[in-house]
């Protein structure tokens, strides 16, 4: 029942900075974790961070760890995904997830709910 909006994709430079935001709506008083996933055209889905619903958990990929920062504001119901430093290889529909409960996984099946995507495009 949770609905998942993603925002903030765009086109940007490399070297620059993006910041998407994730929108939760119809399971708002649901206890969860937030996951951040990728998929460029021909790869797979890939995990991109995840955070805790308390906000004390995080997780990241290797490929992103020091240029990418996940957070959350509950109050707001909203996560967000700051990207730093952004490469070519970053290009790809990011996708918001979310699970019941507290524990941060890193797994696509993981997760029982997504957003629809954002597209970001880092160009050369």
């Known amino acids: 029942q949770a609905e998942l909006v993603e925002f903030g994709g765009g086109l940007v430079l490399a070297g620059g900075s993006l910041r998407l935001s994730c929108a939760a709506s119809g399971r708002t008083t649901s206890m969860y974790t937030t996951g951040w996933f990728r998929q460029a055209p021909g790869k797979e889905r890939e995990f991109v961070a995840a955070?805790?619903?308390?906000?004390?958990?995080?997780k990241y990929a290797d490929a992103v760890k020091g240029r990418f920062t996940i957070s959350r504001d509950n109050a707001k119901n909203a996560v967000y995904l700051q990207m730093n430093s952004l490469k070519p290889e970053d290009t790809a529909v990011y996708y918001c997830?979310?699970?019941?409960?507290?524990?941060?996984?890193?797994?696509?099946?993981?997760?029982?709910?997504w957003g629809q995507g954002t597209q970001v495009t880092v160009s050369s």
């Open positions: 955070i805790s619903w308390t906000g004390g958990s995080m």
């Open positions: 997830a979310a699970r019941v409960g507290s524990r941060v996984g890193l797994q696509t099946d993981e997760y029982a709910y």
